[in-house]
Each structure stands twice: as structure tokens, then as C-alpha cells.
T-cell receptor, first 114, second 116 residues
Framework: NAGVTQTPKFQVLKTGQSMTLQCAQD?????MYWYRQDPGMGLRLIYY???????DKGEVPNGYNVSRLNKREFSLRLESAAPSQTSVYFC?????????????FGSGTQLSVL | AQSVTQPDIHITVSEGASLELRCNYS??????LFWYVQSPGQGLQLLLK??????LVQGIKGFEAEFKRSQSSFNLRKPSVHWSDAAEYFC??????????????FGAGTRLAVHP
């Protein structure tokens, strides 16, 4: 029962470097999400993909780009990392982008930008 | 604007004691309410959710939550805590964001420690 798989689990970057966080789900879900978790702030939505072929900005999209590669995969890219992007990143999926849908989360990527 | 407040950042209880985690929300319409749990090094897992109907909702792992519209609260309870319940707990409200998408608004979380 893999569910939602994220890679890598840990990453350290220098300011200005780029990287891509990978996410894949095996539940045939239509909707996928990227959140960031910061101490004392809960989770905030970065980008989401309601269905294959669509992506949209969430609450805190600046500095990020996403690609919905196919129904299974949704990647998050940092083009030029900044210390403010130090955070724990979670990918999630749901059957559909409806209010009240249960989200299934990956185990997270801890990113440090020096 | 929609918001979720979890007043307690840290709570410590003894194993076997009862537990109540507080959650208050601000939302203009009938909310969709959730409690998620995050164990160390893991992603979030849904404990329970409320949409309508009976205001006392049962979830997994022996947890329950009660929706009180008059108090804008959705507190999580467990009658007897186990050491394995040590985790961080997030209350969330589901809403339609202004951009038209489903959005979960999370509280800042309550970290629960359990003493043997």
C-alpha cells in the first residue's frame, strides 16, 4: 500500500540552486496538492492540480512551479531557492477537488536552504 | 476571512488520562471540519470529519469530536490516551477558496506528549 510517495525525504540547498520535488500516487486520484508546513503556521497550499492537465496557484505560490506529468505524478520545482523556502513540503492527493474530500498525504520532504 | 485557531501549542497528559484538544474556526457558512494527526516523520492522516447531521462524530483510534455551532468549535476528545497517541494534531476547515477551488485551512497544530 504505497499511497503517496515523495522523494527525496531530505535535501539541503544553497541559495540560488534549483531542485525538483517528486510526488507520485497509486490510488488513481484525480486531484493532487503541494503544501508547505512551517512551525506555528500549519500547512499552506502552494499549488494544486484538480485533474490531469490542469494546475493552479494556491495560497503561497511565489517562487515555485509545478508540473502534472500524468495522472500519477505531480512535481514541485524551486527555480532559485531562497532561505525563506526552508520548510517541510507535503504532497497530497484526493479523489476529486471537492470541498470535504479526504486528503492522503505523503511523508514529506524536509528542505533546508542555506 | 476563514481561519482556524488551536489555542494550545503543546499539551502533556499521562497515559490513561482523558484528552481534549481545542479548535475554533471562523467561517461564514456551514463548515466542513476535519481533524488530522501527524506522527513523527509521517504525513498527515485523517482522524475524522464533520459535514452535517449528528454533531458528535466518531473517528479512528478511539477519537471523537463535537461540533458546536454556537461556540464555533470542533474539539477533539479521547477518553483514555495511549502512549502511541503522541503526535501533532491539526484541525482544519474545508472551504471554497475565492479562486473556486477546494481549500483546507489548517490550524497551527497542537503537539501532544504522553507521559507513562
Amino acid at each position: 500500500n504505497a499511497g503517496v510517495t515523495q522523494t527525496p525525504k531530505f535535501q539541503v540547498l544553497k541559495t540560488g540552486q534549483s531542485m525538483t520535488l517528486q510526488c507520485a500516487q497509486d490510488m488513481n486520484h484525480n486531484s493532487m496538492y503541494w503544501y508547505r508546513q512551517d512551525p506555528g503556521m500549519g500547512l499552506r497550499l502552494i499549488y494544486y492540480s484538480a485533474s490531469e492537465g490542469t494546475t493552479d496557484k494556491g495560497e503561497v505560490p511565489n517562487g515555485y512551479n509545478v508540473s502534472r506529468l500524468n495522472k500519477r505524478e505531480f512535481s514541485l520545482r524551486l527555480e532559485s531557492a531562497a532561505p525563506s523556502q526552508t520548510s517541510v513540503y507535503f504532497c497530497a492527493s484526493s479523489e476529486a477537488d471537492r470541498v470535504g474530500e479526504k486528503l492522503f498525504f505523503g511523508s514529506g520532504t524536509q528542505l533546508s536552504v542555506l | 476571512a476563514q481561519s482556524v485557531t488551536q489555542p494550545d501549542i503543546h499539551i502533556t497528559v499521562s497515559e490513561g488520562a482523558s484528552l481534549e484538544l481545542r479548535c475554533n474556526y471562523s467561517y461564514g457558512a456551514t463548515p466542513y471540519l476535519f481533524w488530522y494527526v501527524q506522527s513523527p516523520g509521517q504525513g498527515l492522516q485523517l482522524l475524522l470529519k464533520y459535514f452535517s447531521g449528528d454533531t458528535l462524530v466518531q473517528g479512528i483510534k478511539g477519537f471523537e469530536a463535537e461540533f458546536k455551532r454556537s461556540q464555533s468549535s470542533f474539539n477533539l476528545r479521547k477518553p483514555s490516551v495511549h502512549w502511541s497517541d503522541a503526535a501533532e494534531y491539526f484541525c482544519a476547515v474545508g472551504a471554497l477558496f475565492s479562486g473556486g477551488y477546494n481549500k483546507l485551512i489548517f490550524g497551527a497544530g497542537t503537539r501532544l506528549a504522553v507521559h507513562p
